[in-house]
């Protein structure tokens, strides 16, 4: 269900893109993190930004795996 939103954010942001006539890539990478930024605050007060279960090191080890894996895809 996720990956439908996220696919369509992506389309939708693809097709203002091109009926604003090229917008700079770089202001439309801004608004998105920013907008991302946003809607994620929330989630990071409530939750907290490092692990509570004293688990640090592997979060980050998992964090660096889907960092690194991700950008290899792409």
Do not use: D, K, N
């Not at 409530?46 to 792409?74: D, K």
Request: aromatic share 6%; net charge negative; proline share 4%.
């Amino acid at each position: 269900m996720l990956s439908l939103v996220s696919a369509s954010g992506y389309a939708t942001v693809t097709v203002l893109h091109r009926a604003l006539g090229g917008v700079e890539p770089a202001w439309t990478t801004l608004t998105g993190f920013t907008v991302a930024g946003v809607l994620l605050a929330p989630a990071a007060v409530i939750e907290g930004l490092w692990p509570t279960g004293g688990q640090t090191g592997e979060t980050l080890a998992l964090l660096g795996y889907l960092g690194v894996i991700s950008t290899a895809v792409a």
